[in-house]
């Protein structure tokens, strides 16, 4: 069968499915965040497939709310500052040049998920239930992954096989693996039975694994930050959280130590030739010279950006006007397609404006998840009070990562963040409802007083 068939086919089952109920296409979305088709079926690539069948599923999605009712409102900070990226990701193109359109449509395909998300999932169950989804698609990217190694698939680097699973990118892989650890901790010390947690023990060791044979170092340094924060997060007694904290390191350095020759050596290798790189030359640096052009192209065009996917053309005429011999050199190199950072990316590309709503989406996203996590925690739901401060990881990870990758593309983020509107919409409901049941036995527990006063006399 013909990618092209695929497409095809996928996108008529995505309508129907969304037009009898959008939360079965939910599974399709997360599996797309987890495989790249391009990959495998190359032809795809004149076709756009993630902004086909997303824009089926918005039109069925439409089409589902106008016959049966929206149910629940979304009404959030965070989804009105992805509108508001969508509208200017759009603006930007108009006004742009440099822009190109293939890389417009896809970071509007890629935002997506994040209204399907926000307006779809209403129970308690649904969101526990895209948790375990991430997790287990997780764990299969994983498996495939392990293959791979196992039978010499990936990329040579330096004489290094770098495995990226389903991903392209073996930094995307590793990372989203990185990212998916959090959730995991969640459900590992939740209520789940024992059989349960030792399948949530036994994802996590797939996904260490996953992260060692990618050798990504924006992967290992976010797991660091994840496992250094979470007991801060997850813990509120202190010696608790330093003594989780010094545990986990013991566990990292042990393992490490133990671990075979060549694997130890490429991690190493990998960790500290971050900070040896200086020329976009050489293939693991870009990070001084990019970073460089991306800040004098937001300063030239502060408002609108150069648009998404004109980054690489105008690092070229800034680095040709430039006095600066390494920017210079480096006006061809392939490394100049990206700036390795986030902020300066989404800077030189959308403007300050479109800087500042990304920012705003983060900064709302973390408060958020941490407001929701306090009233689960009084309401006494545990396990959702941890997929909350899960999130916090998540978002700071996410922000982390991005000081050194392009995270405004990343898939996972935008089907993690909508997750904060559906959470907190859930706090409240269960909110309301303790103070119904409270106010209820309060009515129960407290007996009418009665009556002390003298008869009033009405005259005959």
């Known amino acids: 069968m013909s990618g092209l068939t695929i497409l095809i086919l996928g996108t008529i089952g995505s309508f129907i499915l969304t037009v009898i109920n959008p939360f079965l296409v939910l599974p399709i979305f997360i599996f797309a965040h987890f495989v790249e088709p391009i990959q495998f079926f190359p032809e795809l690539r004149n076709y756009n497939p993630g902004l086909t069948v997303g824009l089926a599923v918005l039109v069925a999605l439409i089409i589902h709310f106008a016959v049966k009712g929206v149910g629940v409102s979304a009404q959030s900070k965070q989804l009105t500052l992805v509108l508001l990226l969508i509208i200017w990701v759009l603006l930007s193109y108009a006004f742009n040049s440099h822009n190109l359109l293939y890389v417009s449509t896809y970071q509007i ?246 800087l500042i709503l990304y920012l705003l989406l983060v900064y709302f996203s973390y408060m958020e998840a941490r407001r929701t996590a306090l009233l689960f925690h009084t309401s006494g739901d545990k396990l959702l009070a941890l997929l909350s401060s899960s999130i916090q990881v998540f978002v700071v990870a996410s922000l982390f990562t991005g000081m050194f990758t392009q995270m405004f593309g990343a898939k996972i983020f935008w089907v993690v963040i909508p997750l904060v509107i559906v959470l907190k919409r859930l706090a409240l409901q269960q909110q309301e409802e303790f103070a119904k049941v409270a106010e209820e036995e309060k009515a129960v527990l407290l007996p009418s007083r009665p009556f002390r006063g003298r008869p009033r006399c009405h005259p005959a």
């Open 109 to 354: 395909q890629t935002m997506i998920p994040f209204i399907l998300f926000a307006y779809v999932i209403k129970s308690r169950e649904q969101v526990i239930a895209v948790f375990w989804m991430l997790l287990g698609f997780g764990v299969i990217a994983s498996l495939y992954g392990i293959y791979c190694a196992l039978n010499n698939i990936g990329i040579s680097d330096r004489g290094m096989l770098r495995i990226g699973g389903f991903f392209e990118n073996p930094n995307d892989f590793g990372l989203t693996m990185a990212l998916l650890i959090p959730f995991s901790i969640s459900f590992l010390f939740s209520s789940y039975g024992k059989v349960t947690k030792g399948l949530v023990i036994l994802s996590i060791c797939l996904f260490l694994l996953s992260i060692m044979y990618s050798y990504s170092r924006n992967a290992f340094f976010s797991l660091m930050l994840i496992l250094s924060m979470f007991p801060f997060v997850y813990f509120k007694k202190m010696h608790l959280k330093l003594l989780t904290v010094g545990g986990t390191i013991f566990v990292l350095l042990f393992a490490f130590y133990f671990m075979p020759a060549g694997p130890k050596y490429r991690i190493y290798y990998r960790a500290t030739g971050v900070l040896e790189a200086e020329s976009a030359q050489d293939v693991d640096s870009g990070r001084t010279e990019t970073n460089k052009a991306g800040i004098r192209i937001m300063s030239q065009n502060p408002i609108f950006g150069v648009g998404l996917g004109g980054f690489r053309s105008a690092y070229t005429d800034v680095a040709l006007s430039s006095n600066d011999i390494n920017l210079v050199g480096t006006a061809r190199s392939p490394q100049a397609a990206g700036a390795h950072n986030v902020l300066v990316q989404i800077g030189a590309q959308l403007g300050i404006v479109g």
